[in-house]
């Protein structure tokens, strides 16, 4: 059955400088207003305990504009300057709901120059894009059609460190899923970037790696420049490239990797991995940064919701790697440089594989009668947490073996 989701088409443009210059000035009354809000409702709670929302900072942003200090908020388009009052709602809606920190300040260096414009402040006609406040179109490199008769309901304008400029354009469209059976096991790791319960090991491109030795040069010629000099502005943008060309390569390995496995399995078990912990390993912080893990993660978890599969995710103290996969029994802690052991009943895993098996029959174990997601709180040291299943949303895992 065909499901109607919202997905955005991201392409590259190339603005004129009249383009380019009114973006950046639109970024930058973005940034302004966001923070001006965040100070006004952080002042509202400290001082008075009083909680402030949307429509009270639609007000302030009205009487900002009537100064003489801040009426170049009127030379820009208005609709990005109340995306920002409503994107910055939704941080604290996050924030009140314990699901995220507390919200904090846009900085002109470090955060994304981005602006949302929705369907009031663009002008969609004929496969061309015209934003508020400009005579002439995008040029927009068209790398893929979008969908058939599709208008575009959001846009986002963006440009990343390197200087490129992109535009998302997000779209109702519709995705038919493929008729797939069976279910897979997925271990994340370094030495492979995932292990399949299949025996099937995906290798770790590590593209980091494979630029380090040209970004640890451009970084020392930066380090060399003088701050504020045009030559620091131009190391600056050659390290950014870098960066970008990694990213770029990494992405798009991880939706080729992403789209086969969720249009090959119905299901699809994985391990809830902390990596903000992990990365605390300074050995290791680098090579499992390369490795994306989170991202890896994200794509299946839309991507299943998309073509109706299941994902599973499996309770990180569930010892995928110290337990048989033949037997049930339970090894004691190894090192990481163990890749292979024995069992006492003659079985002879491989790290990996041995770990994607007893993830998969975790899964199997939750469609078949399911548990509670938390960890058990029992004296056993057998007692084991398991499973719970994201799309669709269910509290289960595996019994206590």
Not at 7 to 12: C, E, G, P, Q
Not at 32 to 44: D, F, G, P, S
Not at 108 to 120: D, F, G, N, P
Not at 162 to 174: E, H, I, K, Y
Request: with cysteine; net charge positive; aromatic share 6%.
């Amino acid at each position: 059955m065909s499901r109607a989701v919202k997905r955005a088409f991201k392409y590259r443009f190339y603005p004129t400088g009249e383009q380019a210059a009114q973006l950046s000035r639109t970024f930058g009354c973005v940034r302004l207003v966001y923070n001006m809000a965040l100070q006004a409702r952080t002042e509202a709670w400290t001082q008075r305990r009083e909680r402030i929302g949307y429509n009270a900072t639609s007000a302030l942003l009205t009487g900002w504009k009537k100064t003489d200090d801040l009426a170049f908020l009127n030379e820009v388009s208005c609709v990005p300057l109340q995306q920002a009052l409503r994107h910055l709602q939704t941080a604290y809606t996050n924030f009140w709901a314990r699901r995220a920190k507390h919200p904090t300040y846009k900085s002109k260096r470090r955060s994304r120059r981005s602006a949302e414009y929705t369907a009031s402040a663009f002008r969609w006609r004929e496969g061309t894009l015209t934003l508020a406040k400009m005579s002439r179109p995008l040029d927009i490199v068209w790398s893929r059609p979008l969908p058939a008769g599709c208008t575009p309901s959001t846009v986002t304008v963006s440009q990343d460190p390197a200087g490129r400029w992109f535009v998302s354009l997000l779209c109702q469209d519709t995705v038919t899923p493929t008729p797939a059976a069976g279910m897979v096991g997925i271990d994340a790791g370094l030495e492979s970037l995932l292990t399949l319960s299949t025996g099937e090991k995906v290798t770790n491109p590590r593209h980091e790696r494979a630029d380090r030795r040209r970004l640890a040069r451009a970084q020392r010629d930066l380090a060399r420049k003088q701050k504020g000099s045009a030559n620091r502005a131009k190391a600056r943008l050659k390290v950014a490239r870098i960066h970008a060309r990694i990213a770029d390569r990494r992405r798009d390995h991880l939706h080729q990797l992403t789209t086969r496995l969720v249009r090959e399995n119905q299901a699809i078990v994985i391990e809830d991995l902390a990596v903000a912990n992990m990365v605390k390993n300074h050995r290791l912080a680098r090579a499992i940064g390369d490795a994306a893990w989170r991202q890896l993660r994200t794509m299946l978890e839309y991507k299943t919701a998309w073509h109706g599969r299941a994902l599973i995710v499996v309770d990180r103290r569930f010892p995928s790697t110290r337990l048989c996969s033949t037997c049930g029994a339970l090894a004691e802690r190894m090192a990481l440089g163990v890749r292979s052991w024995t069992c006492p009943c003659g079985a002879v895993h491989d790290r990996d594989v041995n770990a994607a098996r007893n993830l998969l029959a975790a899964g199997l174990a939750v469609t078949a009668c399911g548990d509670d997601v938390r960890p058990q709180r029992g004296t056993s040291r057998t007692g084991r947490s398991s499973a719970k299943q994201e799309t669709p949303r269910a509290t289960t895992g595996i019994p206590v073996l």
